[in-house]
């Protein structure tokens, strides 16, 4: 019986609309930035669909929460989720696909009575976007043990404001810890954010690794001067430097195989038509699928940064936000997921995720791996991401299979 089981498509899309009016833009788009009210009321949305299923709730110090659905025995969780925290220009399938699509799975699960040897748990990690408050991947970084809660509530947003004020404001955060929850295996479905899936006419991803990234912000110092009466030579413009920055991303993208360079954030001040900037504030953003490629983007980035502020006789410094590694998935828990794919029958492919995801964090310490479904236009971080309802159910298809196959 399990192997003709189906999620129920128009369940599952309905749950990610409704999830997707809490923090509506008037564009069309979603904004729930990290532990603010939106994404409180994003999670208690989660939340409540959790209790409905009759899953055993809990909330730790960072807000992550997990369901957990009754095994035959206790023990290690086949566990599966991902965010519902997401960027400033989101769409409403970016973190909350993988959300929804496991509570889908567990109300397939529990509408046809099905038990399964090891429980089965839904969880939603606090932060993963790391758009307001920095490292992104917070509370999957936490859930591993790698970052200390206390450490996790100093950070601030550009406001000023600390992870810690903006969760006791709007009561996002629980009393729990999870780093006693074992881990059999973690699955999660997401878009895949970019256009391989499309263009190669698949329907769904086999994801094998995810590649490295690196954040850095540079802080760049010079001298405020008049636009018009002072001769070039004698300034000492930090906006000169940081756009020599930007310029310098795109050749290091070009220069080293299969890198990424992004400049995201760009603040300069007193940022005045007729005012020679006196500081920059920028981020690169860094990624490669290999470690040493990696490695030698920063060692080039760095180089490169030195030399243009010591030109303009502009002091720089800088903070390295995020550095996480690249990660190969675990091949048996990939391999189940190529198998239930290949059951249902769906065009499938193995490729290497070029976001980011709570998965790689998790890949480190669990076997973890993912499953991809097409963003159209290969769109993502942006309020025009789509993906159809057809391709939705095939990734929560593949979900459920896999997630049978590994919980037994
Ligand atoms: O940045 C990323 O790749 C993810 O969206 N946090
Ligand atoms: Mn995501
Ligand atoms: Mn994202």
Redesign the pocket.
């Known amino acids: 019986m399990p192997a003709s089981l189906r999620v129920n498509a128009s369940r599952l899309q309905h749950h990610l609309d409704q999830l997707a009016r809490i923090g509506a833009l008037t564009t069309g788009g979603v904004c729930r930035l990290a532990f603010s009210e939106a994404d409180r009321q994003g999670r208690d949305y989660i939340e409540a669909r959790m209790r409905s299923l009759g899953l055993a709730v809990r909330i730790d110090r960072i807000g992550n929460i997990l369901g957990t659905r009754r095994g035959t025995r206790s023990g290690p969780l086949v566990l599966t989720g991902s965010h519902v925290d997401t960027?400033g220009t989101a769409g409403r399938f970016?973190g909350s696909l993988g959300v929804i699509g496991a509570l889908e799975v567990v109300e397939t699960l529990n509408d046809a009575a099905v038990s399964t040897d090891h429980p089965v748990g839904v969880i939603a990690f606090a932060n993963?976007?790391?758009?307001r408050f920095m490292p992104?991947?917070m509370g999957s970084l936490v859930f591993r043990g790698d970052l200390q809660v206390g450490d996790a509530r100093s950070r601030v947003d550009r406001d000023g404001v600390s992870v810690g004020e903006a969760i006791d404001r709007t009561g996002y955060a629980g009393t729990d810890d999870f780093t006693d929850v074992g881990v059999h295996a973690y699955l999660e479905l997401h878009i895949e954010?970019g256009p391989i899936l499309e263009n190669a006419n698949m329907t769904i991803g086999v994801v094998e690794a995810v590649q490295g990234?690196t954040w850095i912000t540079f802080t760049l110092t010079g001298a405020t001067a008049h636009a018009g009466a002072t001769p070039i030579d004698m300034r000492r413009d930090a906006g000169y430097v940081a756009a020599a920055i930007v310029q310098y991303a795109r050749t290091l993208s070009h220069e080293i195989e299969s890198q990424r360079a992004t400049v995201g954030l760009l603040s300069l001040s007193p940022n005045i038509v007729n005012v020679v900037a006196e500081h920059a504030r920028l981020t690169v953003?860094l990624?490669n699928p290999d470690a040493d490629r990696l490695a030698m983007a920063e060692e080039r980035l760095h180089r490169f940064v030195a030399g243009a502020a010591a030109a303009e006789r502009v002091t720089v410094s800088h903070t390295t936000d995020v550095r996480v590694p690249p990660v190969r998935f675990d091949p048996v828990v990939a391999g189940h997921v190529q198998d239930a794919a290949t059951a249902l029958g769906c065009r499938s492919m193995r490729m290497v995720s070029?976001?980011?995801?709570d998965a790689q964090i998790l890949a480190a310490k669990f076997p973890a791996a993912m499953i991809f479904v097409p963003s159209r236009g290969g769109i993502s971080?942006n309020v025009m991401e789509f993906t159809s309802t057809a391709d939705l159910e095939a990734g929560a298809n593949v979900l459920l299979h896999a997630a049978l196959r590994l919980a037994g």
């Open positions: 960027v970016d993963e976007e790391g758009a992104d991947m954010q990234l953003d990624r070029g976001a980011g995801h971080h």
